[in-house]
């Protein structure tokens, strides 16, 4: 199994044209929070699109090349890319160049997003939410399997024998979707063979395993290896010296920052009891000690069996020594426990 960090790089806004003083900051924090996560081994570092005041990623591929630069092994992936308001051209360009850089790290984690904010930005109507995506991430595939294409659909202009460049170190970028527990969007990547994340930020693991199935039927109904083919789980994760201080930590950053998402939609505030239960063993919250997020992993090993395990920072308010201390403790601890774990069960 894989392990990474994933993140969309919350900030405080600055509330200013220019001058953007908590976003140069949380922006230098990324860095070194990649920078550590190579330092120790981790497999994965990943950073999602977002147009909105809260998050500093807007562009993944620009952030992800300076990641670049201060690394040397870490596997570099957008989680995710908003690809449904995004141009499949300028989209594969960005990643191969990213692929270039990093001497072929490079990933693009593709989905709808979970916000809706880009969509009126880039002159999209959420009407063709689902049919935009589809054009989008057939010419994308199109594009990563082959120099030169011809294309046509019904968002973009076509093209006509028309090369794509750069080409990737890589010979092909690695694609996955991103999907946060809809059966279509899992049955189209396990038809189209490509890897899975599945964002398990709300809800009982248990509850997806259904979606997993599908996602291994499909592919094997297309005729895909399934030996080969890679399925991450992305669940939040903070980790402290004892499992009662890291829930005492990360509880007010979680509820800040889920119950303002909540207020946007409708959601009613959750409670201190609510986010106890889910973090639970059975739950999706990975907060607490390092034998407690060892025995979660394991647990969803065994319930899906996944390639990749993607620890999603929240930070908030957070003291960033914290943030770096919980990384430090999932690489240097929680991932060596559980590769042992899982091979002596092998």
């Not at 916000?115 to 935009?132: Q, T």
């Not at 499909?218 to 010296?241: F, K, Q, R, V, W």
């Not at 000690?289 to 069996?305: A, G, H, R």
Request: charged share 20%; hydrophobic share 40%; with cysteine.
């Amino acid at each position: 199994m894989e392990f990474g960090i994933s993140t969309f790089g919350e900030v405080t806004p600055d509330n200013l044209p220019g001058k953007a003083i908590n976003a140069h900051t949380r922006m230098q924090e990324l860095l070194a929070e990649a920078r550590l996560s190579d330092e120790i081994g981790l497999d994965v570092f990943a950073v999602g699109e977002h147009h909105r005041p809260d998050y500093i990623i807007s562009a993944p591929e620009v952030a992800l090349g300076a990641i670049a630069a201060v690394t040397k092994n870490i596997r570099l992936s957008s989680s995710v890319t908003v690809l449904s308001s995004a141009d499949p051209v300028r989209t594969f360009q960005n990643f191969a160049t990213l692929d270039l850089i990093s001497n072929g790290r490079a990933e693009i984690m593709a989905g709808r997003g979970s916000f809706i904010e880009s969509f009126p930005l880039f002159g999209y109507h959420l009407n063709d939410y689902d049919e935009l995506f589809i054009e989008k991430l057939d010419m994308l595939t199109k594009i990563n399997n082959n120099e030169i294409i011809s294309w046509q659909g019904k968002f973009r202009a076509p093209i006509r024998e028309r090369g794509i460049y750069p080409r990737p170190y890589q010979e092909k970028l690695p694609i996955w979707l991103a999907i946060g527990g809809t059966p279509a969007s899992a049955a189209r990547a396990g038809k189209m063979g490509l890897g899975m994340t599945v964002a398990i930020l709300g809800g009982l693991p248990k509850q997806f395993v259904n979606i997993v199935k599908l996602f291994r039927q499909s592919a094997a109904e297309a005729g895909h290896d399934l030996t080969t083919l890679p399925l991450a789980i992305n669940c939040h994760m903070y980790i402290g010296e004892d499992g009662e201080t890291a829930a005492n930590e990360f509880w007010p950053v979680y509820e800040k920052i889920m119950n303002r998402v909540g207020e946007e939609r409708g959601w009613p505030p959750i409670t201190r009891g609510q986010f106890e239960y889910l973090r639970s063993p059975e739950g999706p919250l990975f907060v607490g000690s390092v034998q407690e997020v060892v025995d979660k992993i394991v647990y969803q090993s065994k319930l899906f069996n996944h390639t990749r395990f993607l620890a999603q920072i929240l930070k908030g308010d957070m003291p960033h020594n914290k943030i770096l201390k919980s990384i430090e403790l999932f690489g240097r601890k929680v991932v060596p426990a559980v590769r042992s774990l899982l091979q002596a069960e092998q």
